[in-house]
C-alpha cells in the first residue's frame, strides 16, 4: 500500500514542501543505516570549518572546500529500489536524481541554516533512526536592526520522505535542529539547469 502523505505543520506550511511517514519499512530502514554506516564516511566541511556529521556522496560530488562539482562512485545497486520509489513520491523519473548524498549524525549533530546549493534542484530526503525536527525561516523584515523571519517546523519521523521544491527549497532556509541520539539521512538531488550547466563545462 501505497503511503500515505500527511500534512504535519499547523497550517501554513511553506509552499512546495510535502512528506510522508512510513515510507520505509524497519527493514528497509535497517539496511540502510548498516549500508550508510559501512560507507567511507568523512566529516562534513565548509572552507575552514568542520562540522560533526559525517558525509558520504555517490553520483556526484560537491566540495565545500573548494567550490568544485565532480562525479564520482555510482550510487550502489540497493539504492537504486530506493530511489526510484523516492522519485516517483517526487514525481521525478529516477534518473533525474543523480546524487545520493548519505549522512550519519552522531549525538549533538544538527545542520545549520541553509539553502542547498544552486548546482541542485529537487531535494528528496529520508529520515532514518532518531526523529528530528526540520526548521524553516523566511526572512520577512527588520526590526531594531535585526532581520525578523516567519518560521515553520516539520517533523521528521523515522523512515519518512520529504521534498523539497518551488518556494520552501529555493526562499526558505532550512536547518535541523541536533539531538541526544544518532539518526542517519539518505538525500537524493537532482540538478537544476544552472547546474546541469556546470556539469557539461568542468574540466576534464
Known amino acids: ?9 499547523a497550517a501554513p506550511s511553506p509552499a512546495g514542501l ?24 568523512t566529516p562534513f566541511r565548509f572552507q575552514q570549518w568542520t562540522g560533526k556529521r559525517l558525509t558520504a556522496s555517490f ?30 513520491f517526487a514525481g521525478l523519473e529516477p534518473e533525474a536524481l543523480i546524487q545520493a548524498l548519505l549522512i550519519r549524525y552522531d549525538p549533538g549533530a ?17 529520515s532514518l533512526g532518531a526523529p528530528a525536527t526540520m526548521r524553516f525561516r523566511l526572512r520577512d523584515g527588520a526590526r531594531e536592526g535585526r532581520a525578523t523571519y516567519r518560521r515553520e517546523a516539520q517533523a521528521l519521523a523515522p523512515r519518512s520522505i520529504y521534498h523539497l521544491s518551488g518556494e520552501a527549497r529555493w526562499d526558505w ?32
Open 173 to 204: 532556509e532550512h536547518s535541523i535542529a541536533p539531538i541526544a541520539e544518532t539518526r542517519w539521512s539518505v538525500t537524493f538531488r537532482s540538478l537544476s539547469a544552472r547546474g546541469r550547466i556546470d556539469a557539461r563545462n568542468r574540466p576534464a
Open 110 to 126: 544538527g545542520i545549520g541554516w541553509h539553502r542547498d546549493r544552486p548546482t541542485f534542484e529537487h531535494v528528496v530526503g529520508l
Open 18 to 41: 510535502t512528506a510522508s511517514d512510513m515510507f520505509l519499512s524497519k527493514a528497509e530502514e535497517c539496511a540502510l543505516i548498516a549500508m550508510v554506516d559501512a560507507a567511507d564516511l
Open 59 to 88: 553520483g556526484w560530488h560537491y566540495d565545500f572546500e573548494q567550490g568544485s562539482f565532480t562525479p564520482t562512485e555510482p550510487m550502489p545497486e540497493m539504492l537504486l529500489p530506493i530511489r526510484a520509489r523516492a522519485a516517483a
Open 1 to 9: 500500500m501505497a503511503p500515505q502523505q500527511i500534512d504535519l505543520f
